[in-house]
């Protein structure tokens, strides 16, 4: 049987439901780049298991895939 292959993916957004995210993410064995522009955001996320945070999306690498964390004031 070949070997399970790990997700990468990047969570855009650390805050109150992104960490929830983060949390659940890596219960599925996801490895989990956090792109903030909040420091206190991304050291949280560190601390929870991001392997890698980021402050700009432009500087994120190939990942296989996105997740998207926006405050609910941003919904439409």
Same mark, same amino acid.
């Given at each position: 049987m070949p070997a399970k292959k790990t997700t990468t993916l990047a969570l855009i957004g650390c805050g109150l439901w992104g960490r929830n995210i983060l949390r659940d993410l890596i219960d599925l064995d996801c490895? +989990?780049?956090v792109v903030?522009?909040?420091?206190?955001?991304? /050291?949280?996320a560190e601390s929870l298991g /991001?392997?890698?945070t980021l402050e700009r999306i432009d500087s994120l690498p190939d990942v296989?895939?996105? +997740?998207?964390a926006a405050p609910a004031?941003?919904?439409?």
């Open positions: 490895r +989990v780049i903030d522009p909040d420091l206190t955001q991304r /050291a949280k /991001a392997i890698q296989d895939g996105l +997740v998207v004031t941003t919904h439409y």
